[in-house]
Nanobody, 122 residues
Framework: QVQLVESGGGLVQAGGSLRLSCAASGDTDCISAMGWYRQTPGKERDLVASMSRDGDTYYEDSVKGRFTISRDNAKNTVSLQMDVLKPEDTADYYC????????????????WGQGTQVTVSS
């Protein structure tokens, strides 16, 4: 089993920045890919950014150029630097991990964090 704990959410004004972090513990040897999803009430959880163990990245179109995902494989952490935040970025953000990068891309990750709330005021 793998446990994921997110931190770094909060309230920020539009144009500001936040950095989300996620720490993995437990059977971390099985983790290959990690990513960040977000969800707003009544909507599906969408992939925002992901990174494979080898460094391949994916960004959802609306966050390209504003968000940056990074990983520390030795520490089993993944971070999401969010800059130039917009009110539409307001959501609950979830960290995810899986042995398969394809599972992360498809939203079928085995392991999920509890989520951290990000609110961007206009």
């Amino acid at each position: 089993q793998v446990q994921l704990v997110e931190s770094g959410g909060g309230l920020v004004q539009a144009g500001g920045s936040l950095r989300l972090s996620c720490a993995a513990s437990g059977d971390t040897d099985c983790i290959s890919a990690m990513g960040w999803y977000r969800q707003t009430p009544g909507k599906e959880r969408d992939l925002v950014a992901s990174m494979s163990r080898d460094g391949d990245t994916y960004y959802e179109d609306s966050v390209k150029g504003r968000f940056t995902i990074s990983r520390d494989n030795a520490k089993n952490t993944v971070s999401l630097q969010m800059d130039v935040l917009k009110p539409e970025d307001t959501a609950d953000y979830y960290c995810a991990a899986d042995r398969s990068y394809q599972h992360i891309l498809a939203g079928r990750a085995d392991y999920w964090g509890q989520g951290t709330q990000v609110t961007v005021s206009s």
